[in-house]
């Protein structure tokens, strides 16, 4: 099984040499998401919403009650259908009033399912305070769950569901392209190989002084004066284009889950490797000392300790100097080591300069 992962890790890592659209690595600066979020209640729960001490959710079902003309006091609501909820959003770029947009609902209560709940009117603001979209519609969580205090089954997570398209656009960003006669491209992965690429690639298409790198992450753009007047299209030509990237070797670790991923311009000096497993298990039992019949002597507790220590033994491997991923990965597998040994060989050859490449931990 350790085999087949790492050989899977090896093979969706690509190499520096693959062509990829600079829409797929780059974005233009300014023309971007905006997060949205507001708080909100679902109603409509099968008794699975917050506990009558919420009181937060009584507070808000007050208030809602007496904006429409009914006078409830938080004590006399006991919200079992009830669930608080922040609702969250992202209002894409260019979206116009009346556009429908896609919600996250999640409880912030101790509401056990959303299950079959519908959020009421709420307002979702941006980062400046001002309503940009209202989100309302019944909560798809795409689970379930069945059973009682003495036992049930749960499927997927029941207090986190959506909306597809539950809120409506209300305001817009203002974001005009129309009379710009320059843009910023800004690579998702600053690197200074790439984005002389890019700038070349694009002055190859374009015209020579269209691009021009400002540093390892963007590249000025002056829109020619053929397009000045259909922006659009040469957005559109630019993101189309292909490039040839140029990654840096990495290993990233992840020590929480013992993921290791290895990326393809990895290499290591020559190296002598080993490793193994030491185990140390400490035992201790109760031992009772008993005195003689009718003597003065008192019974006695002590723990008796026995350590055993075990080391499993391990061959030393031989691998070549600049050795590549596969042969590093063969090298590892026939060592028998798992992702958790993995690490801590990667940690060792970095600190013998033997690794040349980035080692990230996570």
Do not use: W
Not at 244 to 258: L, M, P, Q, S
Not at 292 to 312: A, H, L
Not at 327 to 340: F, W
Not at 352 to 357: E, Q
């Amino acid at each position: 099984m350790k085999k087949i992962i790492i050989a899977f890790l090896i093979f969706i890592i690509p190499s520096s040499g693959y062509c990829v659209r600079i829409k797929d690595i780059a974005s233009f600066r300014g023309i971007r998401k905006n997060q949205l979020v507001g708080y909100g209640i679902v109603v409509g729960l099968g008794g699975t919403g917050d506990k009558g001490g919420t009181a937060y959710t009584s507070q808000a079902l007050s208030n809602m009650f007496r904006k429409m003309g009914i006078n409830v006091s938080k004590n006399d609501i006991k919200p079992k259908n009830v669930a608080s909820v922040m609702v969250t959003s992202s209002l894409p770029p260019f979206a116009r009033t009346g556009d429908r947009i896609d919600v996250t609902v999640s409880s912030v209560g101790d509401a056990k399912s959303l299950s079959g709940g519908t959020l009421l009117m709420t307002p979702l603001k941006g980062a400046d305070s001002r309503v940009y979209a209202i989100a309302q519609g019944a909560v798809a969580i795409g689970g379930y769950s069945a059973g009682d205090s003495g036992g049930g089954v749960v499927k997927n997570h029941l207090v986190v569901g959506s909306i597809p398209g539950g809120a409506i656009v209300e305001n817009e960003i203002d974001l005009v392209l129309e009379g710009k006669k320059k843009l910023v491209l800004s690579l998702d992965e600053p690197d200074f190989t790439t984005v002389v690429r890019v700038a070349s690639v694009i002055n190859g298409s374009m015209g020579e002084g269209v691009a021009k790198a400002l540093d390892s992450g963007g590249i000025e753009l002056n829109i020619p004066d053929l397009m000045l007047n259909d922006i659009p299209k040469f957005i559109a030509g630019v993101e189309s284009l292909d490039v040839e990237t140029d990654v840096a070797a990495k290993i990233i670790v992840n020590e929480k889950t013992g993921t290791v991923v290895i990326g393809n311009d990895v290499r290591v000096d020559k190296i002598a490797l080993t490793h193994g497993n030491l185990s140390i298990t400490v035992k201790e039992e109760p031992e009772v000392s008993q005195p003689p019949s009718f003597s003065e002597g008192e019974t006695v507790v002590t723990n008796k300790k026995d350590v055993e220590i075990s080391e499993e033994k391990k061959k030393v491997m031989i691998i070549k100097k600049t050795a590549s991923v596969e042969d590093l990965s063969k090298a590892l597998n026939a060592m028998g080591v798992s992702p958790r040994d993995m690490i801590s060989i990667f940690q060792a050859l970095k600190k013998a300069g033997a690794l040349h490449a980035k080692l990230e931990v996570i």
